[in-house]
């Protein structure tokens, strides 16, 4: 039933030919305060468009069979600040293997060509990419995640990482596809003495704010 949902919630964000759902991902755990701690994560959290869903992964009898499969699938980009060290973590922690990482610092940096870009974090980010101010309380930074039933606050704070991890990475994707179109010629087809060019993909805007699926 979950995956039907997750195939229904996000298959209008497919980017047309591109063939690529780009995804917003971040994880929460309990906060370690000496080197000797390492706790596992507690809370995945998945993004496109308006759609975000959480997944508390420290309270299931076993992990769905879809999530592993939706998450090794190397048509889909999970996108995100140092998505790169999220997804070793899955791997450690839960046996979780993300396929196809972007890391939005290196996107960005790619892009930009400001040193700057590659020591972001999530918040300056998206005040510099998508002039948006986010608000990160340390209560809720560093709380309780592995609660068994997370509050209001905390599920709002998770929902807003990973859509705003998915609408910068949206963004930057969307001038790395700008550039490549205009840097190859479009095909043509001749009919006798006439041309066809066809028009440019156009990629949708999303607008408006998120919905929260807590799914635990």
């Not at 996000?10 to 917003?24: A, C, D, E, H, I």
């Not at 390492?38 to 769905?64: E, I, M, T, W, Y």
């Not at 889909?76 to 998505?83: D, H, I, N, S």
Request: glycine share 6%; with cysteine; charged share 25%.
């Amino acid at each position: 039933m979950l995956s039907l949902l997750m195939i229904g919630f996000w298959r209008p964000f497919m980017f047309g030919n591109q063939n690529k759902l780009v995804v917003g991902l971040d994880i929460e755990w309990l906060p370690c305060f000496n080197p000797d701690e390492n706790h596992p994560v507690a809370l995945l959290q998945l993004c496109v468009g308006r759609r975000c869903l959480l997944f508390q992964l420290l309270h299931k009898d076993g992990l769905p069979a879809f999530l592993a499969k939706f998450l090794g699938d190397p048509n889909v980009k999970f996108v995100g600040v140092g998505v790169k060290g999220d997804a070793e973590k899955l791997l450690r922690d839960h046996k979780l293997f993300v396929a196809n990482t972007v890391d939005l610092n290196r996107l960005a940096l790619s892009i930009y060509g400001e040193e700057v870009y590659g020591k972001m974090g999530l918040k300056r980010m998206a005040e510099e990419v998508l002039g948006k101010v986010m608000e990160k309380p340390k209560n809720v930074t560093l709380s309780k995640w592995d609660a068994e039933e997370l509050v209001y606050e905390q599920i709002e704070y998770a929902a807003i990482d990973a859509f705003m991890s998915f609408e910068i990475g949206r963004n930057l994707l969307k001038l790395v596809w700008k550039r490549e179109r205009e840097s190859r010629p479009l095909p043509r087809v001749q009919y006798l003495n006439c041309h066809y060019q066809p028009p440019l993909l156009l990629l949708q805007d999303t607008q408006g704010m998120f919905q929260a699926f807590a799914l635990f």
